[in-house]
């Protein structure tokens, strides 16, 4: 079975804090892609980055960076100095890696809060 | 590009009424999705085509749905008779096998239905 677990439902912080979102997937695919999207209180869901299973290199953009360990079938996502604009929901996604498209299983979003 | 385009925003009708969603994926595009999100599932798949063909529609949860696809830049989501457990966003999406992958979605704005 596939699953994506998000344990935290909501975090709030303060700005310039920093904050991590954890992400735990179950798979029995030995290779597969990780997502992470953001949803801001506008609506849409916004792609920020897919992993694949192959490459556990660290990925860091501006002041986002993810942290993947499929020791612990983690894919944390981390933001480094939070500021007001990260407020949304984030979700983080599952898929097998196989040609054409395989079903995106979504975990169930954790609500970042940041106050200034 | 315009991005994933979705009509209405907002649709507001009573219970026994049909209603009509429609989406505009990116051009060239190749794959379109229909996903639905609630409080109490998450986001969930309804449907998606390839190539304007209807290729996993298991996630539709009962004939009162009906999804087509057209063309390339159209496709419409359907329910009827409307209840108000139906009431949810509903969200299209496109992605190219071609360039990002076919997993890689881009999001509509979405459809927010309350079915009185």
């Known amino acids: 079975a596939q699953k994506v677990t998000q344990a935290q439902t909501e975090i709030s912080v303060v700005e310039k804090e920093d904050v991590t979102l954890d992400c735990v997937y179950e798979?029995?695919?030995?290779?597969?892609?990780l997502f992470w999207y953001k949803q801001p209180p506008s609506g849409e869901l916004v792609f920020l980055i897919r992993?694949?299973?192959?490459?556990?290199q660290n990925e860091i953009s501006g002041r986002y960076s993810w942290n993947f360990q499929k020791s612990t079938s983690s894919f944390n996502f981390t933001i480094t100095a939070s500021q007001v604009v990260d407020s949304a929901v984030y979700f983080c996604?599952?898929?097998?890696?196989?040609?054409?498209?395989?079903?995106?299983?979504f975990g169930a979003g954790t609500r970042l809060a940041v106050h200034p | 590009d315009a991005g994933v385009i979705q009509s209405p925003r907002h649709e507001v009708t009573e219970m026994g009424q049909e209603v009509t969603l429609r989406c505009k994926p990116i051009?060239?595009?190749?794959?379109l999705f229909w996903y639905r999100q609630t409080m109490m599932r998450g986001l969930e798949l309804l449907i998606y085509?390839?190539?304007?063909?209807?290729?996993?529609d298991s996630g539709m949860p009962e004939d009162r749905f009906s999804a087509k696809m057209p063309n390339a830049s159209f496709s419409t989501l359907k329910i009827q008779p409307s209840e108000p457990r139906d009431s949810a966003v509903y969200f299209c999406?496109?992605?190219?096998?071609?360039?990002?992958?076919?997993?890689?979605?881009?999001f509509g704005a979405g459809s927010r239905l309350t079915v009185l």
């Open positions: 051009s060239g595009h190749d794959y």
């Open positions: 999406a496109s992605s190219s096998s071609q360039t990002s992958g076919a997993n890689v979605l881009t």
């Open positions: 992993r694949n299973s192959f490459d556990e």
């Open positions: 085509f390839n190539n304007n063909v209807p290729i996993d």
């Open positions: 996604a599952l898929s097998p890696i196989s040609g054409g498209y395989n079903k995106l299983i």
């Open positions: 798979t029995r695919d030995t290779t597969y892609y």
